[in-house]
């Protein structure tokens, strides 16, 4: 079974610049996620997906930050501009269902530095 | 709300000896309660869980961790460290529902040979 993609595995943009990362979870997971990991700290959610539609994206900073999962299978998240505080890396996950018990499954993540 | 601490961002111990890597929890639900791995440039790895059935739990690559309420703790264990255990932990809860998962901030395994 494919895990997670996740492309690009690295970006550098200096600040103001954007950037989009992209993901596909594995084949029939119905469930994605976006976290933040900055250096030295566990991942944050940023949004979540059921199917097409967004389930909880409480700590998205919408200002800078779109994510959008059309068709209900792969995901983009774009940061738009792009701020020094924002370099980390930024992990896609996926599950079959919304069930809390499910494992979430993890790609290898983008480190994306901002200059 | 949930959030996780975990005690110490660096254990070092020798290859052989035990590994305790400690987290301690709040929820104000019943929680549910994980532990992944994460080697250099990886994603993250489910290691073990807790879902409210038995207390101790036994994951991969022989780790094991025991659910006590009384203490909020969720610790992980093994027995015998091994070189290959060299790699950054993340306790991880959720009180579940659209909830996603609340993770600590990692303690960095070192392994001394």
């Known amino acids: 079974e494919a895990g997670v993609a996740q492309s690009p595995r690295y970006k550098i943009i200096e600040k103001r610049q954007s950037v989009a990362f992209w993901c596909n979870p594995i084949?029939?997971?119905?469930?994605l996620y976006w976290y933040q990991q900055i250096l030295g700290q566990g991942p944050k959610l940023l949004i979540q997906?059921?199917?097409?539609?967004?389930?909880?994206d409480s700590q998205l900073p919408k200002d800078r930050f779109s994510a959008e999962r059309l068709k209900g299978v792969d995901s983009t998240l774009k940061i738009q501009p792009a701020k020094l505080e924002d370099s980390a890396v930024y992990l896609c996950?996926?599950?079959?269902?919304?069930?809390?018990?499910?494992?979430?499954?993890f790609g290898p993540g983008t480190r994306l530095l901002v200059l | 709300a949930q959030s996780v601490t975990q005690l110490g961002s660096h254990v070092s111990v020798s290859e052989g000896a035990l590994v305790l890597l400690r987290c301690n929890y709040s929820?104000?639900?019943?929680?549910?309660l994980f532990w992944y791995v994460q080697y250099p440039n990886q994603g993250l790895q489910l290691l073990l869980k807790?879902?409210?059935?038995?207390?101790l739990v036994k994951g991969i690559n022989g780790f094991e961790a025991e659910f006590k309420k009384s203490e909020t703790s969720f610790h992980l264990t093994k027995p015998s460290a091994h070189m290959s255990d060299a790699a950054e932990y993340f306790c991880?809860?959720?009180?579940?529902?659209?909830?996603?998962?609340?993770f600590g901030k990692g303690t960095h395994l070192i392994i001394q040979p």
């Open positions: 996950a996926s599950t079959y269902s919304r069930d809390f018990q499910e494992t979430q499954y």
């Open positions: 084949s029939g997971h119905a469930t």
């Open positions: 997906f059921q199917n097409n539609g967004v389930v909880d």
């Open positions: 929820s104000s639900v019943p929680p549910y």
């Open positions: 807790y879902t409210s059935a038995a207390t």
């Open positions: 991880a809860v959720t009180g579940g529902g659209a909830d996603g998962l609340t």
